[in-house]
């Protein structure tokens, strides 16, 4: 009983890496979990300057998000670690979302920003942070980061995986394609069918 038990925990966490690198080859049409490698590798493979200069945040949250993950740095894979930088204009907002494949840390690198997450009991953790401090979010779980400065936000966002994913609550529910049923989005946040409409309109991509 104890071997099994041993032998299940061992097989529920990620693999360690069986060779030095593993440079993904994004190009590949290997479907694995994760990316197959690439036969030839440089140093490029595992540089970026994609975070060096602020986002644009002229867009309706007022928030962009640039990533640094397996995608953008293909030495990243199997690594389990990658970054994004998010920037805010004031009063913008990083919408709840979740990132059902990570832990997430933040760094501020200037301003302030009222961050928060909810448990799965319903229970909101939220506090201020400002330029130097750092705010957790713990894997799977909603959260949000909102600019309740005066001036610009940014921060550096560290997550335990190549590849987080995101998931942002009111896109995934009112602008998912096939769309969700109106009449289940309606039951479920108590509006009418025309609300639902509404919301839809705002949140799909033209």
Do not use: W
């Not at 953008?72 to 389990?80: H, M, Y």
């Not at 920003?113 to 130097?132: C, E």
């Not at 998912?176 to 009449?183: E, L």
């Amino acid at each position: 009983m104890a071997l099994a038990i041993f032998c299940g925990a061992a097989i529920a966490t990620d693999p360690d890496m069986l060779q030095d690198v593993c440079v993904a080859d994004l190009a590949s049409d290997i479907k694995v979990n994760g990316f197959p490698c690439k036969a030839t590798f440089n140093a490029t493979d595992f540089s970026s300057g994609a975070l060096a200069k602020p986002g644009l945040t002229n867009n309706t949250m007022g928030s962009l998000v640039t990533p640094a993950n397996v995608q953008q740095i293909p030495g990243l894979n199997t690594l389990g670690v990658s970054l994004s930088r998010i920037d805010y204009a004031p009063g913008g907002l990083n919408p709840p979302h979740t990132h059902p494949r990570a832990t997430e840390i933040v760094f501020v690198l200037e301003g302030q920003l009222d961050v928060g997450f909810m448990t799965t009991a319903n229970v909101l953790v939220s506090k201020t942070i400002k330029q130097g401090e750092i705010f957790v979010f713990p894997k799977g779980l909603v959260h949000f980061q909102k600019n309740s400065g005066m001036g610009q936000a940014a921060v550096i966002a560290a997550f335990n995986s190549q590849l987080p994913g995101t998931q942002s609550i009111a896109a995934m529910l009112f602008a998912s394609k096939p769309s969700v049923a109106d009449d289940v989005l309606a039951k479920a946040f108590q509006i009418d069918y025309y609300e639902v409409e509404e919301i839809r309109k705002k949140l799909t991509p033209k």
